[in-house]
């Protein structure tokens, strides 16, 4: 645990600028997906064990707050998509590597133009299945 946290520390402390920035989104966005990947493998593999628990895992799905967690998944999924396309390109074009921050930033404003018309579509399904309607 000392070790998470000194590294956060550390991480906060460096000022690499866009590119610290680029590598903790992509770091934190990857365990993200990996952390969705694992629960959902899990339960959907309890429908061979137990019927009962595969359903109240659906039925769990179903909340505000886990489809607040899809709208985080969303998010996870697209910037690690578009910086994951931007690392490929410095990776078999390497003279792209001095339009590295340009790159970057492509990349966020990719990313807000995609996640915001979907985050919110996301959003506004679960204001109305709160609301009841």
């Given at each position: 645990m000392n070790n998470l946290r000194l590294t956060l520390?550390?991480?906060i402390k460096y000022k690499g600028r866009t590119g610290q920035w680029a590598w903790i989104f992509h770091r934190v966005s990857g365990l993200?997906?990996?952390?969705?990947?694992?629960?959902?493998i899990l339960d959907t593999a309890s429908i061979y064990f137990s019927r009962p628990v595969y359903e109240w895992f659906v039925g769990l799905y179903k909340t505000p707050l886990f489809g607040m967690g899809e709208i985080g998944l969303l998010a996870c999924v697209i910037y690690h998509a578009l910086n994951g396309?931007?690392?490929?390109?410095?990776?078999f074009w390497p003279q792209l590597t001095v339009h590295q921050r340009r790159m970057s930033y492509a990349v966020y404003v990719l990313f807000f133009l995609v996640f915001i018309p979907s985050g919110g579509i996301m959003l506004w399904r679960i204001l109305q299945h709160m609301g009841g309607a």
């Open positions: 520390e550390q991480s993200g997906v990996a952390l969705f990947l694992t629960i959902h396309l931007r690392v490929i390109g410095v990776d």
